[in-house]
């Protein structure tokens, strides 16, 4: 399939997977599986009529394709009447009905994307570990509701991202080992026409089918489709996924406008066509963007569960066609771009020490209020006391750019602060042991992931716009 979404921003193996091409002759492969079992039980059909077909399975030709279908107004059939003028024989889809060929070929699709998923995600993971522990004991500024709230890392800061992807990354192996083929149904789901060709051995069939397909998995009692919230989970688990990349985009879009990171910037880059000196988060404004529809193709699929006639329709075709093959367009550059920008991401250092030495005083209140307890205190007097100093505080930081609340703090002798306690709060690196604690568990889970997928550990998207 091709589009702004697959042409602009999904990788080559993504766009292959979801060709029409790879499509239509998966098809062809899985007709041939199943006419090379049927021959074994007994179907009249020679081998060179198999051999006939196999040598015209990659010969595709869609305008012929399409000009057949104009004609009977249905998709399976143009493709079947297509592939047995080629081999010269009509032997295939004998006991099939439509829905065997293409739900079988699009969770075939589904699960070589999300082999392709798999890696990019696990080499994401790599890349953010190797990131925090680049950055495992930069200070930096923790804002809550966007305000300076306590001191953090920057390293810190990329495990929460870590935490959220492996946690994403699990749900994507535990759907990926259980992700079921519909197997060989028939029109209803019974498999009555494999019965009355071949009996009970009609089950070797669909037996077939699946080790052919790499499925571990068959659904035993589906109708002519199979059930529709199977592909909400499906694109739900890769709008999980995506929650992470999103996150980072989000905070770096934040930081870049304080001046602590850019993305990297091209000699020839240009950042605005009419503001020359407009460096912008570009890539991470893109992930924000495709997360947006993947979100949306979520919504789409969300209106086909449940909403299943008898035994099957067609009026869920529209939306599959859409959906699905776009979801995994969105994942796929999403997961690419987040590499890029963690990748290519330059901290600030500079602007981010200036930053925390500004707001230093008022990240460390929480120090002081635990500290006015155990001089006898009470709490809440402590907590009101040093709010007001901060108040008063914060208005001198704005009007004159100085922070004096370490000046007023120490003039309050109820809070009994010793001028040795005043000067020991103030080093950023006696106040982040918690984070560098917690960034190395989520460091050493992270790699694990990576090294567990041999293909993640030398991955390297290519560069797009």
């Known amino acids: 399939m091709s589009g702004v979404l697959a042409d602009r921003y999904a990788s080559q193996e993504m766009r292959e997977i979801w060709s029409r091409e790879f499509k239509i002759k998966a098809e062809r492969r899985l007709w041939i599986s199943v006419l090379e079992t049927q021959s074994s039980l007994g179907l009249d059909v020679l081998p060179s009529v198999i051999e006939d077909y196999r040598k015209n399975e990659d010969v595709v030709d869609l305008a012929r394709i399409d000009a057949r279908e104009n004609i009977t107004k249905h998709d399976v059939k143009a493709r079947i009447d297509e592939f047995n003028e080629l081999a010269g024989h009509q032997k295939i889809h004998i006991g099939m009905t439509s829905r065997d060929l293409t739900e079988n070929i699009e969770l075939f699709q589904v699960s070589s994307s999300l082999k392709v998923v798999k890696v990019k995600a696990a080499a994401l993971l790599k890349v953010l570990a190797e990131f925090a522990q680049e950055h495992l004991e930069l200070p930096l500024v923790a804002r809550t509701h966007n305000v300076p709230a306590q001191l953090t890392t920057v390293g810190r800061r990329a495990s929460t991202w870590m935490e959220e992807l492996l946690f ?211 709490r809440e007097d402590a907590h009101a006391l040093i709010k007001k100093l901060s108040i008063i505080a914060g208005e001198n930081f704005r009007k004159t750019g100085i922070n004096n609340l370490i000046e007023l703090v120490s003039q309050e002798s109820d809070l009994g602060f010793t001028a040795e306690f005043l000067v020991t709060i103030q080093d950023p690196s006696l106040l982040v042991a918690g984070a560098v604690r917690q960034t190395r568990v989520l460091m050493q889970r992270a790699l694990a992931i990576a090294e567990s997928i041999p293909d993640s550990l030398a991955y390297i998207p290519a560069d797009s716009i």
Not at 357 to 364: A, D, N, Q, R, T
């Open 168 to 378: 994403a990354f699990d749900h994507l192996q535990s759907l990926s080992n259980r992700l079921p083929l519909k197997g060989i149904k028939g029109p209803i789901g019974t498999s009555q026409d494999l019965l009355d060709l071949f009996g009970d051995s009609g089950a070797k069939i669909e037996n077939s089918v699946a080790t052919a397909l790499g499925f571990n998995e068959v659904l035993a009692a589906p109708s002519q489709i199979y059930p529709r919230s199977i592909d909400y989970e499906i694109v739900t688990a890769l709008v999980q996924l995506a929650a992470s990349p999103a996150n980072v985009a989000t905070n770096i879009r934040i930081m870049s406008g304080f001046g602590l990171v850019t993305e990297g910037f091209g000699k020839e880059q240009v950042g605005s066509s009419a503001m020359p000196h407009k460096i912008n988060a570009r890539l991470s404004e893109r992930v924000n963007g495709l997360i947006a529809v993947l979100k949306g193709n979520a919504v789409m699929l969300q209106e086909l569960v449940g909403n299943q006639w008898n035994e099957g329709d067609v009026s869920c075709s529209v939306v599959r066609r859409v959906a699905l093959a776009d979801s995994f367009y969105a994942i796929d550059a999403i997961l690419d771009t987040t590499i890029r920008i963690i990748r290519d991401l330059v901290m600030q250092s500079d602007v981010i020490e200036r930053e925390v030495k500004e707001y230093l005083p008022f990240l460390v209140t929480t120090r002081m209020l635990s500290e006015a307890v155990k001089n006898g205190m009470g």
